[in-house]
């Protein structure tokens, strides 16, 4: 069971390079792009939204929410695009590349989380302290 799901985690990697390749690729509809921006940002940002240590939202992402993401983002990428991006994507890890890493992406995050604790400090004034 542990070597399928390290075969599994290997597939989605690969899967959210082959994204990451669509997404830049001019042949790819403007629908699945866009899609493909989202997924990509959120799987290569080294921040997680919802980090691995809170029990189960931690891991509900990385366990539903990108797979998800990449299976209905592949889904509106012609055949033909998704064939020559898989490609690319296994020469890219068998090079040894790594995934991409999206800083722009850990920087929303971390604004985000910013913003949500400000948030939660003024309403905390407000009803607790006024």
């Known amino acids: 069971m542990f070597t399928r799901l390290l075969q599994w985690a290997k597939q989605l990697k690969a899967e959210a390079?082959?994204?990451?390749?669509?997404?830049?690729?001019?042949?790819?509809?403007?629908?699945?792009k866009i899609l493909a921006i989202g997924v990509v940002a959120y799987a290569?940002?080294?921040?997680d939204l919802i980090p691995d240590f809170i029990p189960v939202l931690g891991l509900l992402d990385e366990a539903i929410l990108l797979p998800l993401g990449i299976w209905l983002t592949l889904?509106?990428?012609?055949?033909?695009?998704l064939d020559a991006c898989r490609e690319q994507a296994a020469q890219w890890l068998a090079e040894k590349h790594g995934k991409p890493r999206n800083w722009f992406a850990a920087a929303i995050i971390v604004?985000?989380?910013?913003?949500?604790?400000?948030?939660?400090?003024?309403?905390?004034r407000q009803w607790f302290f006024a």
Request: proline share 12%.
């Open 17 to 32: 390079v082959t994204l990451w390749f669509c997404y830049r690729d001019p042949r790819t509809p403007l629908i699945a």
């Open 44 to 47: 290569f940002s080294p921040i």
């Open 75 to 81: 889904k509106f990428v012609p055949k033909p695009v």
């Open 111 to 124: 604004v985000l989380w910013i913003a949500a604790a400000w948030l939660t400090w003024v309403l905390c």
